[in-house]
Antibody
């Protein structure tokens, strides 16, 4: 079945770095755009970044632009998020999500999430 | 950035009742709006895309309508498993944005 599994979350100090991973299975990974979406504790959803199916186009939320970098390795069916210069406000559950079939700009499959805590 | 405002913040209803959730956009998003359901401790689930198209496996009691700036998610008869938080999301412009959510709780 279609599955997304995130990993790489943890506790990091402000200013630190972390790399999240998303392992995909059960679908033709190379054919779909992919997203990262986050949710701060007790808050709503915030879209973070998108990468086109072939990696040729990337979009970021203003809140992470210049600090986060999204990437993918289609040969490994993996997506990544390199997070640098982390701030307390980056504390959240980070979800990996697959772009929709009719449009990549919806998220039709979600992982269970990985928790990032930025604290000294 | 397009701001999506959802109302009400909380909806208190009984099983079997009809739920009507609203999402208003700060500018036209055409029909490029989706709805998601999220239960506590779980990831969101896509319900509706392009304003009125049910995602795969979504029951017919869920329906979406609207275009431009005003959208509605209707649950025709609430089942116990429908009590959750619902979010709208637009794909008309980057950055993609979500509404703040509507919690549907048991009355």
């Amino acid at each position: 079945q279609v599955q997304l599994v995130e990993s790489g979350g943890g506790v990091v100090q402000p200013g630190g770095s972390l790399r999240l991973s998303c392992a995909a299975s059960g679908f033709t990974f190379v054919s779909y755009g992919m997203h990262w979406v986050r949710q701060a504790p007790g808050k709503g959803l915030e879209w973070v970044a998108f990468i086109r199916y072939d990696g040729s186009n990337k979009n970021y939320a203003d809140s992470v632009k210049g600090r986060f970098t999204i990437s993918r390795d289609n040969s490994k069916k993996m997506m990544y998020m390199q997070m640098n210069s982390l701030r307390a406000e980056d504390t959240a559950v980070y979800y990996c999500a697959k772009g929709g079939t009719t449009s990549s700009d919806y998220m039709d499959v979600w992982g269970k999430g990985t928790t990032v805590t930025v604290s000294s | 950035e397009i701001v999506l405002t959802q109302s009400p913040g909380t909806l208190s209803l009984s099983p079997g009742e009809r739920a009507t959730l609203s999402c208003r956009a700060s500018q036209s998003v055409s029909s490029y709006l989706a709805w998601y359901q999220q239960k506590p401790g779980q990831a969101p689930r896509l319900l509706i895309h392009d304003a009125s198209n049910r995602a795969t496996g979504i029951p017919a009691r869920f329906s979406g309508s609207g275009s431009g700036t005003d959208f509605t998610l209707t649950i025709s008869s609430l089942e116990p498993e429908d009590f959750a938080v619902y979010y709208c999301q637009q794909r008309s412009n980057w950055p993609l944005t979500f509404g703040g959510g509507t919690k549907v709780e048991i009355k």
